[in-house]
């Protein structure tokens, strides 16, 4: 009974869910908008607009790799704040058109604040939840990503097709803006001790970046990425040769009523009877979902797949980043979600690029009944690098 009256919802948690929420929806819009800037603003190729759209991806990764190693000894609200900050000033580079490479510069370091930025959110969220409750916790945290994610794309399409890209830009740097300012509302939290083993430690080794405990389900979190990444990147072109336009533009706003109306079930359902519950149902609804995609030539088929995917997807993610955390010492946290971000950054910058050499020989259609075979092959990764032994984290919280 008392783990039911522990506190979710608090203050600082809704802030970090709205910076979260919005640092998602530029990360989203600009995905989807700013290759077609590129072609028709720098007369880019497509490759070099495939580079303006990764290039993102990379200054993520980076972003992250740097926060993980230094979040606690810089402080976790100043952290957040820097990236914002960082972000905002980086926004304003959008204005300037002085060449491809100057975009590409842009991006880059666009990208390293988003990583900044959101790595921080993620750990500030994982300190306060309650222990009993992460993993709901996450799940309703997540749900910000969540929208954020279907959201962004909408509103990207949309406005590319009825406003100009200055506009796009000026609306990002605008959200920018108030997530800085909402972002000091927070209080500042104190940083877990280190054992001394830890704080004595010198010179370069791999746990300094990467969380090894996070590692075998950040794994899992590349395939599922890569897997989803196919959808994120084409899906536009899918439903264009299928003729299924105007259904497309709903796509990603049934995947979010799907995730809204399922995950806070399974975040409670992660708790009580543990990850395996929630993995490997929804590993099938994934890869169903998949196939189902590869089929369709309906608006209805194509919806329908929608859903099953963010039940599938949405929830396999916002679990995964609760397995990586649950599995952390509490000084390790921004550690383990930087990892899990990586692998989930990673998954979704590489995934594009190495599908675009299989587009040309197999077409779209083939591409997600490959994927959907790939998310079934992926259950058994997860059992051997994870499922197997999911029930020791129960019985270790029992005790």
């Known amino acids: 009974m008392s783990n039911a009256k522990e506190k979710l919802w608090s203050k600082d948690f809704v802030i970090m869910s709205i910076i979260n929420f919005i640092i998602l929806v530029i990360f989203y819009l600009l995905m989807v908008t700013i290759a077609s800037f590129a072609v028709k603003d720098y007369h880019a190729t497509t490759s070099q607009a495939g580079l303006v759209t990764g ?172 897997g989803y990444a196919g959808i994120l990147s084409f899906i536009n072109f899918f439903a264009k040769e299928r003729d299924l336009i105007a259904a497309s533009s709903f796509f990603f706003v049934v995947y ?57 997807y949405g929830n396999l993610s916002s679990a995964a980043q609760a397995i990586a955390v649950k599995l952390t010492p509490p000084h390790r946290m921004g550690l383990a979600t930087s990892t899990y971000f990586i692998a989930l950054d990673g998954g979704l910058g590489i995934g594009p690029y190495l599908l675009g050499f299989l587009i040309p020989l197999i077409g779209y259609g083939k591409l997600y009944v490959s994927l959907g075979i790939f998310i079934f092959i992926t259950i058994a990764i997860y059992f051997v690098l994870h499922g197997r032994k999911d029930h020791l984290i129960l019985e270790k919280k029992a005790v």
């Open 55 to 226: 290039i993102y991806i990379i200054g993520t990764l980076i972003g992250r790799l740097a926060t993980g190693r230094i979040i606690d000894q810089v402080g976790r609200k100043r952290i957040l704040i820097i990236g914002l900050i960082l972000f905002v000033v980086t926004m304003s580079l959008y204005f300037i058109h002085a060449g491809i490479t100057v975009l590409l510069l842009c991006r880059f370091v666009n990208g390293i604040s988003v990583g900044i930025a959101s790595t921080a959110t993620g750990t500030i969220v994982a300190q306060i939840l309650p222990r009993s409750r992460k993993g709901e916790g996450i799940g309703y945290y997540s749900m910000s990503a969540t929208l954020g994610t279907a959201i962004g794309p909408f509103i990207g399409i949309l406005m590319s097709q009825h406003t100009s890209y200055n506009i796009i830009f000026s609306l990002c740097m605008i959200l920018g803006v108030l997530c800085l300012v909402i972002s000091f509302m927070a209080k500042e939290l104190p940083v877990p001790d280190k054992p001394e083993s830890e704080t004595a430690q010198k010179g370069f080794s791999i746990s300094q970046y990467l969380e090894p405990k996070a590692i075998p389900i950040a794994i899992i979190t590349v395939c599922m990425a890569l």
């Open 256 to 312: 979010a009523i799907a995730i809204l109306l399922t995950r806070p079930f399974s975040g409670r359902l992660m708790d009580t009877k543990g990850a395996n519950y929630v993995m490997y149902p929804c590993f099938v609804l994934f890869a169903l979902g998949l196939l189902l995609l590869s089929t369709a030539h309906s608006s209805m088929v194509l919806l329908v797949s929608g859903a099953m995917i963010g039940i599938g």
